[in-house]
């Protein structure tokens, strides 16, 4: 029998994260996949961030993980988003070539010492006494591994769907798992059905691009990484079009055919990535939609059309298409698909993505009831540094809503749950000005640093920006200019002249200056915000509070807080269906038990 510290099942974004992460803090880690040519995969859209989900990419990247050097490696084109509104929604997003990326990640995972990847269907995840005893594959193989962390992404009894036609396969031809789900199903997982889908991929010699509205990058690149140096370049561009009301035409007379209305989809699909049908219906006023046409990569002719996702049959499909403008003779290369898959109740879980009642046993990423790779990559490495502290015997690593927009994601999973595909956005992160992506590394270094992660020149790096940081602030207010920056036209650059010095400052650490001044009065306040979030966060609830013999609970509360057990009273605080009254009665409760 062989025998590994951790077992990683699945080689996608959270998957090479988690793999990469428990390798680097020392443990002997395989990575399993079905296929070694779909490790880090794309299999949607062809880019790495956008609004919020850039704040994720960023904070893996702080806290030592891969996906942000490897965007920065094989980007082909690069903008910030959200740059007309405040610094706290600013995102970014990155055209990725496909091929390259996965080319890139691959090289990391087989250049890393103590990690293992192989092709290797596993079927069932082995559990004695409450925990995790390793894993058998499809072959009969027995693994060895106190540790299993299970990254299947939308593999699990995954359907494609095209109109009225369906089979058992997984992304891009590739192969559906359908045994792992069986054995989740005999630890006690309840398992639910949702659905996605994507677009067709199109040949860029048959567009028309001179119809559409060129979308070019920025021409000052910020990295992903905050560990990449030297200059960055674009080297594609992307366009804009619009549906027209002869799509919206196609779409209402063909409704009838499309999977999603005639009940052939029984999964729950994502609400903020609808398709094109789904679109129409229910934006009905809506003259136009916007497709973005992006290329897949430098040496493929295949494009892909954002905002034309479908599972209409291919006649139908053919149609829609192209009756978009500069689509009127496009070639599908690949049709456009739903798939249906298998994906985990999160609220099985700790906020350390661990199984609250199997020791060992970690999920990260599409299993868990989420949507996309950026998602997907911080459930990975936070699910990963978890699993390599409770293998050390360490504290486990909580990054709590205050923290973190991983925080903000794990919290929302595994107090709220899921009930359609999850996706990031600014909007669920309370203390998002405090939450910015270009503060990550102030952050979360020090976090991954600690737990063996994060490597000595990324934390001194960051060090070296704070003190800066501190340097700049300190030389506008010697010189009583924070009033002159907090005006919304003045520029940190505007106070050179007046003060020596400053303009030999990195611009990193001008940047974070600009930002700690201009927005003082609003940092402070959402600092006090987040010391009373963490004073709730303080209050740990025992965990062998009787909460169903609380009569004085609602019976709605009594019953969701004995099955999810919060860890402290803020916890409780976000469950759905508890009150405030109920937390008033808990906090009283609480008092009481310190007494006794």
Same mark, same amino acid.
């Given at each position: 029998?062989?025998?590994?510290?951790?077992?990683?099942?699945?080689?996608?974004?959270?998957?090479?994260?988690?793999?990469?992460?428990?390798?680097?803090?020392?443990?002997?880690?395989?990575?399993?996949?079905?296929?070694?040519?779909?490790?880090?995969?794309?299999?949607?859209?062809?880019?790495?961030?956008?609004?919020?989900?850039? !704040?994720?990419?960023?904070?893996?990247?702080?806290?030592?993980?891969?996906?942000?050097?490897?965007?920065? /490696?094989?980007?082909?084109?690069?903008?910030?988003?959200?740059?007309?509104?405040?610094?706290?929604?600013?995102?970014?997003?990155?055209?990725?070539?496909?091929?390259?990326?996965?080319?890139?990640?691959?090289?990391?995972?087989?250049?890393?010492?103590?990690?293992?990847?192989?092709?290797?269907?596993?079927?069932?995840?082995?559990?004695?006494?409450?925990?995790?005893?390793?894993?058998?594959?499809?072959?009969? =193989?027995?693994?060895?591994?106190?540790?299993?962390?299970?990254?299947?992404?939308?593999?699990?009894?995954?359907?494609?769907?095209?109109?009225? =036609?369906?089979?058992?396969?997984?992304?891009?031809?590739?192969?559906?798992?359908?045994?792992?789900?069986?054995?989740?199903?005999?630890?006690?997982?309840?398992?639910?059905?949702?659905?996605?889908?994507?677009?067709?991929?199109?040949?860029?010699?048959?567009? /028309?691009?001179?119809?559409?509205?060129?979308?070019?990058?920025?021409?000052?690149?910020?990295?992903?990484?905050?560990?990449?140096?030297?200059?960055?370049?674009?080297?594609?561009?992307?366009?804009?079009?619009?549906?027209?009301?002869?799509?919206? /035409?196609?779409?209402?007379?063909?409704?009838?055919?499309?999977?999603?209305?005639?009940?052939?989809?029984?999964?729950?699909?994502?609400?903020?990535?609808?398709?094109?049908?789904?679109?129409?219906?229910?934006?009905?006023?809506? &003259?136009?939609?916007?497709?973005?046409?992006?290329? &897949?990569?430098?040496?493929?002719?295949?494009?892909?059309?954002?905002?034309?996702?479908?599972?209409?049959?291919?006649?139908?499909?053919?149609?829609?298409?192209?009756?978009?403008?500069?689509?009127?003779?496009?070639?599908?290369?690949?049709?456009?698909?739903?798939?249906?898959?298998? =994906?985990?109740?999160?609220?099985?879980?700790?906020?350390?993505?661990?199984?609250?009642?199997?020791?060992?046993?970690?999920? *990260?990423?599409?299993?868990?009831?989420?949507?996309?790779?950026?998602?997907?990559? *911080?459930?990975?490495?936070?699910?990963?540094?978890?699993? %390599?502290?409770?293998?050390?015997?360490?504290?486990?690593?909580?990054?709590?809503?205050?923290?973190?927009?991983?925080?903000?994601?794990?919290?929302?999973?595994?107090?709220? %749950?899921?009930?359609?595909?999850?996706?990031?956005?600014?909007?669920?992160?309370?203390?998002?000005?405090?939450?910015?992506?270009?503060? *990550?590394?102030?952050?979360?270094?020090?976090?991954?640093?600690?737990? %063996?992660?994060?490597?000595?020149?990324?934390?001194?790096?960051?060090?070296?920006?704070?003190?800066?940081?501190?340097?700049?602030?300190?030389?506008? !207010?010697?010189?009583?200019?924070?009033?002159?920056?907090?005006?919304?036209?003045?520029?940190?650059?505007?106070?050179?002249?007046?003060?020596?010095?400053?303009?030999?400052?990195?611009?990193?650490?001008?940047?974070?200056?600009?930002?700690?001044?201009?927005?003082? %009065?609003?940092?402070?306040?959402?600092?006090?915000?987040?010391?009373?979030?963490?004073?709730?966060?303080?209050?740990?609830?025992?965990? /062998?509070?009787?909460?169903?013999?609380?009569?004085?609970?609602?019976?709605? *509360?009594?019953?969701?807080?004995?099955?999810?057990?919060?860890?402290?009273?803020?916890?409780?605080?976000?469950?759905?269906?508890?009150?405030?009254?109920?937390?008033?009665?808990?906090?009283?409760?609480?008092?009481? !038990?310190?007494?006794?």
């Amino acid at each position: 029998m062989e025998r590994y510290d951790a077992t990683v099942i699945g080689a996608g974004h959270a998957g090479c994260e988690a793999a990469l992460c428990l390798a680097r803090m020392g443990f002997n880690t395989l990575l399993a996949t079905m296929n070694l040519d779909a490790v880090a995969m794309m299999p949607c859209n062809p880019a790495i961030g956008g609004t919020a989900k850039g !704040h994720l990419v960023r904070e893996v990247d702080a806290l030592g993980g891969e996906m942000g050097r490897a965007i920065d /490696d094989v980007f082909i084109q690069s903008r910030m988003l959200n740059t007309g509104k405040g610094p706290a929604v600013y995102s970014l997003r990155a055209q990725a070539d496909k091929k390259a990326y996965q080319s890139r990640m691959r090289r990391a995972l087989d250049e890393q010492d103590r990690l293992t990847l192989r092709q290797a269907e596993v079927k069932d995840i082995i559990v004695e006494n409450g925990r995790v005893k390793g894993v058998e594959t499809m072959t009969g =193989c027995m693994i060895e591994s106190p540790v299993v962390i299970v990254c299947t992404g939308v593999y699990l009894d995954s359907s494609i769907i095209i109109g009225p =036609c369906s089979w058992q396969g997984g992304p891009q031809g590739l192969m559906s798992s359908r045994n792992l789900g069986m054995s989740l199903r005999n630890l006690g997982f309840e398992l639910r059905r949702f659905k996605t889908g994507t677009p067709a991929r199109l040949d860029g010699r048959t567009i /028309d691009f001179s119809k559409m509205i060129a979308q070019p990058g920025d021409e000052k690149i910020t990295p992903f990484s905050f560990m990449t140096a030297g200059e960055l370049k674009n080297r594609a561009m992307c366009y804009l079009t619009y549906t027209t009301e002869e799509t919206h /035409d196609i779409i209402r007379k063909n409704l009838h055919l499309a999977p999603m209305y005639s009940g052939k989809i029984h999964g729950t699909g994502a609400r903020y990535c609808p398709s094109i049908e789904d679109k129409v219906v229910k934006f009905a006023d809506k &003259e136009r939609h916007p497709i973005f046409i992006e290329p &897949e990569g430098l040496y493929t002719v295949e494009w892909y059309a954002q905002g034309l996702s479908t599972s209409m049959p291919e006649d139908v499909q053919r149609m829609i298409y192209h009756s978009v403008p500069g689509l009127e003779n496009a070639q599908l290369v690949r049709l456009a698909y739903a798939i249906e898959y298998d =994906c985990i109740d999160p609220t099985r879980l700790k906020a350390t993505l661990g199984c609250a009642d199997i020791e060992g046993l970690y999920f *990260a990423g599409q299993i868990n009831g989420t949507s996309g790779y950026e998602e997907a990559a *911080a459930q990975g490495i936070l699910a990963g540094l978890n699993a %390599g502290m409770w293998l050390k015997g360490g504290d486990e690593i909580i990054l709590t809503r205050a923290d973190a927009y991983i925080g903000v994601l794990a919290d929302d999973l595994v107090t709220k %749950g899921v009930d359609e595909p999850y996706r990031m956005m600014t909007s669920r992160a309370e203390y998002r000005l405090l939450l910015r992506q270009d503060n *990550a590394d102030l952050r979360l270094t020090e976090t991954g640093f600690r737990a %063996g992660l994060a490597r000595c020149e990324r934390y001194e790096k960051m060090l070296e920006k704070k003190a800066n940081t501190q340097l700049a602030i300190d030389m506008i !207010h010697s010189k009583r200019l924070a009033a002159r920056l907090q005006m919304p036209q003045v520029r940190i650059e505007d106070l050179f002249v007046s003060v020596p010095g400053l303009e030999n400052i990195p611009s990193d650490a001008l940047e974070q200056a600009e930002i700690s001044v201009k927005y003082e %009065g609003y940092l402070k306040r959402q600092q006090s915000q987040i010391e009373q979030f963490r004073r709730a966060e303080d209050m740990k609830m025992p965990a /062998d509070m009787d909460y169903l013999s609380m009569d004085t609970l609602r019976i709605e *509360a009594r019953q969701k807080l004995a099955r999810l057990r919060p860890a402290s009273l803020g916890e409780a605080s976000r469950i759905p269906g508890v009150s405030p009254g109920d937390i008033q009665v808990l906090m009283i409760a609480l008092e009481r !038990h310190r007494r006794n």
